[in-house]
């Protein structure tokens, strides 16, 4: 196990929870809910985060006015619509 890999991932956490918003949801693959981070500077945009639980990757599409958080959706993969 690899447990400085993991340190910066928490590391990393800490550090964007300062200037990111916390969105709650649900991983489209386990349904494990968890905290993201959305960085709302960007506007409108699609980032892809592994899950922490299954490790699968989840499409994120986040809808924001650059200030407020409008929505955060989750898909897997397969649904992408890029
Ligand atoms: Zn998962």
């Known amino acids: 196990m690899d447990f400085r890999g993991h340190d910066s991932r928490l590391t990393r956490a800490w550090y964007y929870s300062r200037m990111y918003h916390e969105a709650q949801v649900n991983c489209p693959y386990c349904g494990e809910e968890f905290t993201a981070f959305v960085d709302l500077s960007q506007g409108n945009h699609r980032t892809v985060e592994d899950c922490y639980v299954c ?28």
């Open 55 to 82: 490790c699968r990757p989840i499409e994120f599409l986040i809808e924001s006015d650059g200030q407020k958080l409008h929505r955060v959706a989750t898909f897997t993969d397969d649904e992408s619509v890029l």
